[in-house]
């Protein structure tokens, strides 16, 4: 079962422009939440992050989302950058203790920001 | 360079024999995972370690996979009797406490 969804395999974006980036989760015990990048042949590098007692962190050109109620959170880049051109990963994790860091990933979702 | 460092980048295997993967964390970080990652997918949660205490194994980790990290600073996975769904890309990652958690740059995996 995908606890994790990222729905839109792909998504591109003019240089400039907003992109918006999608991710539903199932797991009620989910209290943490995370966006990772990825470029080819290298791992995940963390972007930002969301306690589940926030609805919104904003950390320069990238801001996240939480709706709880919904199970649905989101980035948002602005302004998106050629550079920024790469895989995002969402990423939830359980409620502390042992279980965190342990992460549970979705599919991701293939950014291309057009100069 | 003060990252998480995997050996080797890259790894080509013939069915049926042992292959063996090393991380090295960032040398504070107490926490240690394994992750597996296959083509269109995210990663997918291995194993994990508190110091050189294996705490959680996931249902993926079949009896041919064993992990190690023998004195909380490295850590080793070995795959043994490869078989060709073993292709993939495995990461490691480090974490000292609640925070967020640091990815070495993976070992690919071929299976042949």
């Known amino acids: 079962d995908q606890q994790v969804k990222q729905n839109s395999p792909s998504l591109s974006v003019q240089e400039g422009r907003i992109s918006i980036l999608n991710c539903d989760y199932t797991n009620s015990m989910f209290d943490y939440f995370l966006w990772y990048k990825k470029y080819p042949a290298e791992g995940p590098t963390f972007l930002i992050s969301?306690?589940?007692?926030?609805d919104k962190n904003e950390d320069g050109r990238f801001t996240v989302f939480l709706n709880k109620s919904a199970k649905h959170l989101s980035l948002h880049i602005v302004p998106s950058q050629p550079g920024d051109s790469a895989v995002y990963f969402c990423a939830a994790s359980g409620a502390g203790g042992t279980s965190y860091g342990k992460l549970t990933f979705g599919q991701g979702t293939i950014l291309t920001v057009h100069p | 360079d003060t990252g998480v460092s995997q050996d080797p980048r890259h790894k080509i295997t013939k069915r049926g024999q042992n292959v063996t993967f090393r991380c090295d964390p960032i040398?504070?970080?107490?926490?240690l995972y394994w992750y597996r990652q296959t083509l269109g997918q995210g990663p997918e949660f291995l194993t994990y370690?508190?110091?050189?205490?294996?705490?959680?194994k996931s249902r993926l980790l079949s009896d041919r996979f064993s992990a190690e990290r023998p004195k909380g600073s490295f850590s080793t996975l070995e795959i043994q009797r490869t078989e060709q769904g073993d292709s993939a890309m495995y990461l490691c990652a480090s974490t000292p406490q609640r925070t967020e958690a640091f990815f070495g740059q993976g070992t690919r995996l071929t299976v042949v």
């Open positions: 370690f508190q110091n050189e205490a294996q705490l959680e």
């Open positions: 040398s504070e970080h107490n926490r």
């Open positions: 969301i306690s589940s007692i926030k």
